[in-house]
């Protein structure tokens, strides 16, 4: 079964589930809205092509402890057989607010409706990016897909880390685990993993990664911030909608380009915008640390007095 639950649970889980409504189709599959007694639940449906994505989000829920205010929390996965057809179910909390994406379609965000998403995603990466010792331990895992559609919003206007699928912990990489079918969404891909100087051996260049990434999704939070921009992905101008490989990487390695913060002068947005640079660097090695950008968020936060 892989999930370490006992097959029984699971499968009484499941059972006990009733999908309500589709809120979400995508490459990976569906996610249904759906109820477990008096509670809502998301459940994402995977297509059976990528049941590599479901036992690698299944064991990173159920090996590590992973329940944090800014991480989506599991309730619980299923494997049935339909005939010659494998039904996989990853089963979650449900936030009806949806993905980070959609809520900066629909809503334009204050100064401090930007830094409750900001810090509350930072602060679900950092957790994700720690190991902590002890018997409630957990291994540093880089996600590998950060996005803002991997990121939900709660109706408390923080957010929680999603979709663990490409997730992997230092251990995978020495025992060489990580060589998925599925990779991470070209748009967001680092410019080491698109001129291939990436060294996959290394645990930390994944880290790396995943803060490229992070970038991006400040860059797209912060056009949202009023006087608000239009909401656009990163490299909206330069990329078509779905964009190759050789496309992200002439784009970001060959022109070197960067998405540009919007020209907003208050000092709390210019440090947004001067985080933003340093954490979509070209060199790796100089990005800061999801602890840095906590600090630095933070810190803008406090001197900011509207
Ligand atoms: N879309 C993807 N996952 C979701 C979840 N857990 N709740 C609401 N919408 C989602």
Sequence with gaps: SGSGLPLMVQR?????????????????????????????????????????????????????????????????????????????????????????????????????????????????LLHLHTEIHGTQGKPAIAHRDIKSKNILVKVNGECCIADLGLAVTRNHIATQQHHHSRQGTKRYMSPEMLDQSINLE???????????????????????????????????????????????RKIVCTDGHRPAPPAHTHPTMVGLANLMRECWHQNASVRLPALRIKKTLLKLAANDSS
């Excluded at 299944?58 to 205010?69: F, P, Q």
């Excluded at 921009?229 to 992200?248: G, N, T, V």
């Design 12 to 124: 009484t889980l499941a059972k006990q589930v009733t999908l309500i409504e589709c809120v979400g189709k995508g490459r990976y599959g569906e996610v249904w809205r759906g109820s477990w007694y008096a509670d809502s639940v998301a459940v994402k449906i995977f297509f059976s092509r990528d049941e590599a994505s479901w036992r690698r989000e299944t064991e990173m829920y159920s090996t590590v402890l992973l329940r944090h205010e800014h991480i989506l929390a599991y309730v619980g996965s299923d494997m049935t057989s339909r005939g010659s057809c494998t039904q996989l179910w990853l089963i979650t909390h449900f936030h009806p607010l949806g993905s980070l994406y959609e809520h900066l379609q629909r809503c334009t965000l204050t100064r401090h409706q930007m830094m409750v998403l900001c810090l509350s995603a930072v602060n679900g």
């Design 202 to 248: 290394c645990f930390e260049a994944f880290l790396k990664c995943d803060i490229y990434a992070f970038a991006l999704v400040l860059w797209e939070v912060s056009r949202r911030v009023r006087p608000a921009l239009e909401y656009r992905p990163p490299y909206w101008e330069l990329a078509p909608s779905d964009p190759s490989f050789d496309d992200m």
